[in-house]
């Protein structure tokens, strides 16, 4: 089971923002913003390329939610989601970064952003 299917069952702690029934926001461990939150679906999908439309199109409704518990809604915020090896992903389950609550800068070229 991957590290985020065992945060979806509690065998490994999380500060969790906001959880319902499909979806789960949490502190990212090893934050690169003040704020740094993830967010995932409960279900396993390896990444992006794996998720169907319908998930992906519930998840948004649940991600403005987040924002709006994050109070970053409003001064705006990154939402980033890594694929695969070339994209730099590193836990293989869907999950959408979002970093905020100071201005998180231009995306440059050479640099890594996560
Ligand atoms: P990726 O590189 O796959 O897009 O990002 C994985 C993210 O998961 C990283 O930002 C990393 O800090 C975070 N992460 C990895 N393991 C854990 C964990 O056990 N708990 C939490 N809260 N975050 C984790
Ligand atoms: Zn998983």
Redesign the pocket.
């Known amino acids: 089971m991957c ?1 985020f299917c065992k ?1 979806v069952n509690k065998e ?1 702690p ?1 500060k969790v923002i906001l959880e319902d029934e499909n979806f789960l926001a ?5 934050p690169t913003r003040k704020v740094h939150a ?1 967010v995932i679906p409960k279900a396993h999908y390896n990444s992006f390329e794996d998720t169907p439309s319908t998930i992906m199109g519930n998840m948004s409704d649940f991600i403005r939610e987040v924002t709006k518990e994050l109070n970053v809604n409003e001064s705006g915020y990154r939402m980033i989601t ?1 694929i695969g090896k070339d994209g ?4 293989s389950h869907l ?1 959408f ?1 979002i970093i905020g609550g100071e201005s998180v800068g231009r995306l440059v070229r050479d640099k890594n952003d ?1």
Do not use: M
């Open positions: 590290i945060i490994i999380s949490f502190h990212d461990i090893n993830l890594n730099g992903q590193e836990v999950h970064h996560l």
